[in-house]
């Protein structure tokens, strides 16, 4: 079935280390998003790709980095530096060709400091 | 800059009484905008998009919104919800031209229907 991954579901890290959240899509999408939810916040997007090997921050980057090497692949390592990392995370992937193109999401990564 | 407005944080209904979840933009140009359902512990699943056309754009599970452009509105819609329609719905924006993808969304509206 085609869609998007993310892994792991559930995942504890202690403070001052890093930690990677896998997203991988069988979709063919060239674009590939990470979104942070917190109860109340609604969605807020962290860093956004378009293309492999190019990546832009997005409006809380801050404490984060993103990789792109495969167009199938677009992994997030929440570093020791982001302050408040406890939340959901969501991955997500789109087309861009055409306009009004739907963005899809994984099913969603909690992260829980410790 | 774009933003969305979600104007109910909560909205607790009936089970087969109307609903209407209000959501209002702001942006300087034209935009797209969605309307995304999210269950429990889920990621979140495209509900309908306006992009073009008639104001009136019908969605999956008998939801309906209408584009109010004078009013910077989209506002979703059904007129008898089931418990099953119990979720948190995103109203989101983005904008119809240029090579950006990404949307705006906003801070959601969780909808509880109650037997």
């Known amino acids: 079935d085609g869609g998007i991954t993310q892994s792991p579901k559930y995942l504890f890290r202690k403070e001052g280390q890093n930690v990677t959240l896998s997203c991988e899509q069988n979709l063919n999408h060239d674009a590939m998003y990470w979104y942070r939810q917190d109860p109340g916040q609604g969605l807020r997007l962290i860093y956004y790709?378009?293309?492999?090997?190019?990546?832009q921050k997005g409006d809380i980057a801050e404490g984060y980095s993103v990789s792109r090497e495969k167009k199938e692949s677009f992994p997030l390592t929440v570093t020791s530096a982001q302050k408040n990392p406890t939340a959901f995370y969501l991955c997500a992937s789109s087309p861009t060709q055409g306009g009004g193109n739907t963005i899809y999401f994984g099913e969603g990564s909690w992260l829980t400091v410790v | 800059a774009q933003s969305v407005t979600q104007l109910d944080s909560q909205v607790p209904v009936f089970e087969e009484a109307p609903v209407e979840l209000r959501c209002n933009y702001s942006s300087s140009v034209s935009v797209y905008l969605f309307w995304y359902v999210q269950y429990p512990n889920q990621g979140l699943q495209l509900l309908l998009k306006?992009?073009?056309?008639?104001?009136l754009v019908k969605g999956i599970n008998g939801f309906e919104a209408e584009f109010n452009k004078s009013q910077t509105s989209f506002h979703l819609r059904k007129p008898s919800v089931h418990i099953s329609d119990t979720a948190e719905y995103f109203c989101a924006v983005r904008n119809s031209g240029g090579s950006n993808y990404k949307l705006t969304f906003g801070k959601g509206t969780l909808l509880t229907v109650n037997p």
């Open positions: 790709s378009q293309i492999v090997n190019d990546f």
């Open positions: 306006y992009l073009s056309g008639s104001t």
